[in-house]
């Protein structure tokens, strides 16, 4: 059974940071993009940041850029995000993906069950 697990998430203050972790198990993720979305309440979901396999190419979303990082660990099946300077907005539940090929559209092979966010301000 393939599973997305995520961690990390919490409440935090505005302009603080957190790390979320996203262990992979049950299979083989060779070649496979691997990203994160959020959902904040009464929104659609949206893509934040992805990363390719080789860790060489990332993707952000304008919101992401410059406060995010993405990183992955394919020896440990773990993809990492790490984010700064945090505000109110940033409040959703983030949700690990993986796909075989670009997540940006919005698509996924697997999903994690998600990791609560929340900013103070």
């Known amino acids: 059974q393939v599973q997305l697990v995520e961690s990390g998430g919490g409440l935090v203050q505005a302009g603080g940071s957190l790390r979320l972790s996203c262990a992979a198990s049950?299979?083989?993720?060779?070649?496979?993009?691997k990203g994160w979305f959020r959902q904040a309440p009464g929104k659609e979901r949206e893509f934040v940041a992805g990363i390719s396999w080789s860790g060489g190419r990332t993707t952000y979303a304008d919101s992401a850029k410059g406060r995010f990082t993405i990183s992955r660990d394919n020896a440990k099946n773990t993809v990492y995000l790490e984010m700064n300077s945090l505000n109110p907005e940033d409040t959703a539940v983030y949700y690990c993906?993986?796909?075989?090929?670009?997540?940006?559209?919005?698509?996924?092979?697997?999903w994690g069950q998600g990791t609560q966010v929340t900013v103070s301000s």
């Open positions: 993906a993986a796909r075989l090929g670009s997540m940006t559209g919005g698509q996924a092979d697997y």
């Open positions: 049950g299979r083989t993720f060779s070649g496979y993009t």
